[in-house]
């Protein structure tokens, strides 16, 4: 047991003040996954839990998600939501959730957490990042998933608190896709990959944004490789030279389970399997789950 | 530090050695000895107990958090001579061997059952996917599952 002090405020004001008392190292404790088992030397928390932040709500507009809203909560979100359905990017959202740790531990992990800690199992980042996500803290700020995700979140955000995520309800011609590579369906993934994309006459992309998570610590654009894709029609041979110019693109770091060379060549094997995914409406689960209707 | 919860419905005031301290450790000295030390790293599922209804590993849950809330143990559901109808499936479809994992895996199953009470295949290999059981007997675990399933629901 470690027996860092933890303090319990009521209010968000009264948390922040906390965190920007400079008295001490204090942190906030989001899904508290990681103190038990990893906790920081020294460190005091401040405890999230009681402030309120612990919803799902949608508009016209926005999907807005509590910053302590649990991954296990949002997997089963799009199945509690009837709207949801038809919205093809929402099996999107599900599948990162149920590719995030195992059911007891989404159960802990939260979606501030999840995007903040930035840990191997991170897949919320992607999805943002796909999705043009924002972030929202306790001093107002809003964060576009681009800026905030540019850096270690936690620099950017310095003595700020996650509250909030905010997903735009308006895309919802695109089609997307999610998937975890792993040894094991619950252990850390080796990579994760997402595609979000719209055609044209069936066959040829209008627009798509390619994120793969576990390269490095931060996800990753292929954004060259989205520009070459643009107005392509997708035959073999344009898939086949698009993917290795995501190969190219890809900044991979040293991972003690397995060589760069091997990443990269799953990342294509990935990328091939989303992109031809086209017509199931590119997330296979979501293609399954209407088939067993 | 003391803290008041609920444990199998029973309001209990404990006595925790900061908030931090893990639940299990917390469970097991007041005496709730089905909850099993297995990895304490929150990757085995041995520990699992269910908080305000949802499955947590309590090896990483600080128990300071679970103040003011639910907390259900295996020692909630049945006793030795009158078996929950969940524990009742796993006796009946021999989904035992050890036992180690049992009462997480029992656990996991009610927080499936609550919300889902006919589940399909891959909804009950998600819901268990926290639960490692090492004498694999996956299959008869599944299997009970879906007979608790049908006792739930009066068809068996």
């Not at chain 2, 107990?49 to 809330?69: D, E």
Request: net charge positive.
């Amino acid at each position: 047991m470690n027996n860092n002090t933890v303090y319990l405020p009521k209010k968000l004001p009264e948390a922040l003040k906390i965190l920007n008392s400079g008295k001490e190292k204090i942190l906030p404790l989001a899904g508290g996954t990681t103190l038990l088992i990893n906790p920081t030397e020294n460190a005091s928390y401040i405890e999230l839990d009681g402030l309120n932040l612990n919803y799902i709500k949608s508009d016209k507009n926005n999907l807005s998600v509590g910053a302590m809203t649990t991954i296990g909560q949002l997997s089963v979100w799009p199945q509690a939501q009837k709207r949801a359905q038809g919205e093809p990017w929402n099996g999107l959202i599900r599948k990162c959730a149920i590719a995030i740790a195992s059911t007891p531990n989404r159960n802990m992990i939260t979606a501030g957490g999840n995007i903040v800690g930035l840990r191997p199992w991170s897949a919320l980042p992607g999805v943002l990042l796909l999705l043009d996500g924002k972030i929202i803290t306790a001093k107002g700020k809003i964060y576009p998933a681009k800026e905030f995700f540019s850096k270690l979140p936690k620099t950017i955000l310095g003595k700020d608190i996650v509250t909030e995520i905010r997903i735009p309800l308006d895309n919802k011609d695109l089609i997307g896709g999610w998937k975890k590579f792993s040894l094991t369906s619950t252990d850390y993934p080796i990579l994760s990959m997402g595609v979000l994309y719209k055609l044209k006459n069936k066959s040829t992309i209008e627009n798509i944004k390619i994120v793969a998570t576990g390269l490095t610590i931060l996800p990753q654009r292929f954004i060259k490789t989205e520009k070459l894709l643009k107005n392509k029609q997708l035959t073999a041979n344009t898939i086949k030279l698009l993917t290795k110019s995501l190969q190219d693109e890809a900044v991979i770091s040293a991972d003690i389970r397995v060589a760069k060379d091997y990443k990269r060549e799953i990342l294509g094997a990935i990328f091939l399997e989303l992109i031809n995914n086209k017509y199931n409406r590119g997330a296979t689960e979501v293609a399954e789950k209407d088939k067993n209707k | 530090m003391k803290i008041e919860t609920f444990i199998n419905e029973e309001k209990k005031k404990l006595n925790i050695k900061g908030y931090t301290e893990p639940l299990l450790d917390v469970l097991r000295r007041h005496g709730y000895i089905g909850a099993k030390e297995g990895c304490r790293q929150g990757q085995c599922g041995a520990c699992v107990v269910l908080i305000n209804g949802l499955a947590v590993n309590s090896c990483i849950y600080p128990a300071g958090r679970t103040s003011g809330k639910k907390i259900t143990t295996i020692e909630g559901l049945g006793k030795p001579n009158n078996l929950d109808k969940i524990q009742q499936a796993y006796l009946e479809t021999g989904a035992v061997q050890c036992g180690y994992c049992t009462p997480g895996m029992v656990l996991s199953t009610k927080s499936l059952l609550d919300k889902n009470p006919m589940p399909k295949d891959e909804e009950i290999k998600l819901a268990l996917d926290g639960n490692l059981c090492r004498c694999t007997g996956y299959v008869k675990i599944i299997d009970a599952v879906k007979l608790a399933a049908k006792k739930l629901q009066g068809k068996k």
